[in-house]
C-alpha cells in the first residue's frame, strides 16, 4: 500500500465516546468562566482534546484483554513478573519498580540520587545542578524541591521555528561539558535525556547525540536518566532520519538506545499507551544500591515494589502496551498524522515547529505579533481557537514558563508556542481538516485579538490553575 497518498488509520474503531457539540455563545461563556485558561474548561465542553497525549488515547483490544489476567496479590503478583519480563526484554533493564505514572517515579529516583550523591561526596545539595536536553515541568519540580538547580542545554536552533534539524531534541554537547566542568562534576547528581523532547516540540534525541552524552556522563561519573515517555516515537525518527539506522527495527534501536542510559523513568501513558501507569527501571546492578533505596521508598510513596502504584491488571496492560506502542505501521500512520497537521497548518500561513512525534506546535509569537510575550501570546491563541471551534490547545510559553523564583521577574522563554496534542488512535483526518480550518477562520480575526493579564497568579505551578483577562 505504499503507492498511496496517505496510510488511513491501521486500526478499526470499536467503541464510541459520544462528544457534544456547542455553541460559539456557550464556548464565549465557558472560556471566560474559566479565567481564560483552558485547564479550567470542562471536559464536556470541549469538541476535540488536544491538552495532552498523556494518558487520553485508545488502547488495543489486546491490551484490554490483558486486563483480565491481573493478579491482584499483594506480593510477588504474577502481573508483576509479565512487566519486569517485557522490561527486561525491550530495554535490557533488570530491575522493575511499578509506578502509577512519570512522577511517581520522580519522586522516588530524584531524592535517592541526590542523596547518593551527598553522602558519598560530602556534599551540599544546595551546590547542584542537574542537566538535560529540557526538563519536563515535573522533573525540573522535583530536582527543585530537592535542592538542585536546573539547567536545560539544548542544541542551539532547538527552538527557531524556521529552522528544521532533523534532531532538535540534541543536547548541546559543549554546553553540557562546560556546565559540568562549571559546577564541578561531583556536584552533578544526574544527567537525564528525555526522549523525545517534549519541551521543544516532540523532537527526536539521535542516538549519536545519546551516545555521547552517555560518555561524557562516564567520564565525569554522573548517572545518566533516560526521560521515556515517548521512547518509540524517538526510536522511529532515529530509524528514519539516522543514518546508519534504515533497516533496523524498532525493537533493536530501542534496545540499542538504552545501553546509554543507567536509569529509565516512564510515564506509560504515552507511548507505552495506557490510561495510567510508569515505570521506574535500574540497568544493572553496577546501581545496585540506588535500587534497594528506590525500591524502600517506593513502599512509602506508591506501594509494596511488586505493584507499585499500580493494580494486577494495569501491569498486565502495560506489558503488553510496551510492545503495541512500537508497532512499525502504527508509528508510520502517527507520525504522518501530525506531519499532515502541521503541513495543513503551514499551508495557510501558521508556522509550526518542524513537525514532532505527539504534536503539532504553532508557533503563536510569529502570528499575533502585536501581543508581547508578557501578555502570553500562545494563550490568547488557545481561547480564541477554542472560541471558534471549541478545540483545547495548550500554551508552552511564558505564561508556562512562569517567573524567576528569586527575582520574581518573568523569566525570558525561548519561544511562545501552542500545543496541539494529539492522542492515540482518538481523532482521525477529517478532524486534523477540521482544526487547520478553524486556524483559518481564527486567522482571520487576528487584529482583534487581545493580550491577557492575570486576576490570579498563583506562585508555583502557576498554568494549571491561574486566571486571566483581556487587556
Ligand atoms: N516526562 C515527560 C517527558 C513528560 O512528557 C511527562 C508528562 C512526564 C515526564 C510526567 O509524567 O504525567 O505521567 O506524571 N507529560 C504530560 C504532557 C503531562 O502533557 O506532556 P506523568
Known amino acids: 500500500m505504499?503507492?498511496?497518498?496517505?496510510?488511513?488509520?491501521?486500526?478499526?474503531?470499536?467503541?464510541?465516546?459520544?462528544?457534544?457539540?456547542t455553541t460559539r455563545e456557550h464556548r464565549e461563556q465557558a472560556i471566560l468562566q474559566a479565567g481564560m485558561n483552558p485547564f479550567l474548561l470542562d471536559s464536556k465542553?470541549?469538541?476535540?482534546?488536544?491538552?495532552?497525549?498523556?494518558?487520553?488515547?485508545?488502547?488495543?483490544?489486546?491490551?484490554?484483554?490483558?486486563?483480565?489476567?491481573?493478579?491482584?496479590?499483594?506480593?510477588?503478583?504474577?502481573?508483576?513478573?509479565?512487566?519486569?519480563?517485557?522490561v527486561k526484554d525491550i530495554f535490557g533493564y533488570q530491575h522493575t519498580i511499578p509506578t502509577h505514572q512519570g512522577r511517581g517515579a520522580?519522586?522516588?529516583?530524584?531524592?535517592?540520587?541526590?542523596?547518593?550523591?551527598?553522602?558519598?561526596?560530602?556534599?551540599?545539595?544546595?551546590?547542584?545542578t542537574v542537566f538535560s536536553n529540557y526538563f519536563f515541568d515535573t522533573t525540573q519540580g522535583h530536582s527543585q524541591i530537592n535542592g538542585c538547580t536546573v539547567k536545560n542545554v539544548y542544541t542551539p536552533s532547538a527552538f527557531d521555528t524556521a529552522d528544521h534539524f532533523d534532531f532538535k531534541g540534541n543536547f548541546d554537547l559543549q554546553a553540557l561539558e562546560r556546565g559540568i566542568q562549571e559546577v564541578g562534576a561531583e556536584h552533578v547528581p544526574y544527567i537525564v535525556s528525555t526522549i523525545t523532547c517534549n519541551s521543544s516540540g516532540g523532537q527526536p534525541v539521535s542516538l549519536a547525540n545519546l551516545k555521547a552524552v552517555y560518555h561524557l556522563a562516564k567520564k565525569y561519573d554522573i548517572p545518566v536518566v533516560m526521560d521515556s515517555a515517548r521512547f518509540a516515537e524517538n526510536a522511529y525518527f532515529i530509524q528514519q532520519r539516522e543514518a546508519g539506522y534504515k533497516d533496523w527495527s524498532i525493537a533493536d534501536i530501542t534496545r540499542e538506545s538504552y545501553k546509554y542510559a543507567d536509569l529509565l523513568a516512564m510515564s506509560a501513558k504515552k507511548d507505552a499507551m495506557v490510561p495510567m501507569g510508569g515505570l521506574l527501571c535500574i540497568k544493572d546492578d553496577s546501581f545496585a544500591d540506588v535500587y534497594l533505596e528506590c525500591r524502600t521508598l517506593c513502599v512509602v510513596q506508591e506501594g509494596f515494589p511488586t505493584y507499585g502504584?499500580?493494580?494486577?491488571?494495569?501491569?498486565?496492560?502495560?506489558?503488553?502496551?510496551?510492545?503495541?506502542?512500537?508497532?512499525?505501521?502504527?508509528?508510520?500512520?502517527?507520525?504522518?498524522?501530525?506531519?499532515?497537521?502541521?503541513?495543513?497548518?503551514?499551508?495557510?500561513?501558521v508556522t509550526c515547529q518542524k513537525a514532532g512525534g505527539h504534536a503539532a506546535f504553532v508557533d503563536a509569537g510569529k502570528l499575533l505579533p502585536h501581543i508581547p510575550a508578557e501578555r502570553f501570546p500562545a494563550q490568547a491563541l488557545a481561547c480564541e481557537l477554542y472560541k471558534v471551534a471549541g478545540i483545547r490547545a495548550v500554551?508552552?510559553?511564558?505564561?508556562?514558563?512562569?517567573?524567576?523564583?528569586?527575582t520574581g521577574k518573568q523569566l525570558p522563554c525561548p519561544a511562545e508556542l501552542l500545543r496541539l496534542t494529539i492522542p492515540r488512535a482518538t481523532y482521525t483526518q477529517t478532524h486534523m481538516d477540521f482544526i487547520i480550518e478553524a486556524f483559518n477562520q481564527v486567522k482571520e480575526n487576528i487584529p482583534n485579538i487581545k493580550g491577557l493579564t492575570f486576576t490570579y497568579e498563583p506562585k508555583v505551578l502557576r498554568h494549571f490553575t491561574a486566571r486571566l483577562q483581556e487587556i
Open 45 to 86: 465542553d470541549v469538541f476535540i482534546d488536544l491538552l495532552t497525549d498523556s494518558g487520553t488515547g485508545a488502547v488495543t483490544q489486546n491490551m484490554q484483554a490483558a486486563m483480565l489476567r491481573g493478579d491482584e496479590a499483594y506480593s510477588g503478583s504474577r502481573s508483576y513478573y509479565a512487566l519486569a519480563e517485557a
Open 2 to 21: 505504499n503507492n498511496f497518498k496517505h496510510l488511513p488509520e491501521p486500526f478499526r474503531v470499536k467503541v464510541i465516546e459520544p462528544v457534544q457539540r
Open 309 to 349: 502504584g499500580l493494580e494486577g491488571g494495569a501491569m498486565e496492560r502495560l506489558a503488553v502496551g510496551l510492545y503495541d506502542g512500537m508497532n512499525q505501521d502504527w508509528l508510520a500512520y502517527r507520525t504522518a498524522q501530525v506531519q499532515y497537521l502541521v503541513d495543513g497548518l503551514e499551508s495557510i500561513g
Open 106 to 128: 520522580e519522586q522516588i529516583y530524584i531524592p535517592v540520587l541526590i542523596k547518593k550523591r551527598e553522602q558519598e561526596k560530602g556534599l551540599d545539595r544546595s551546590k547542584m
Open 395 to 406: 500554551e508552552i510559553g511564558s505564561f508556562l514558563l512562569g517567573r524567576d523564583p528569586k
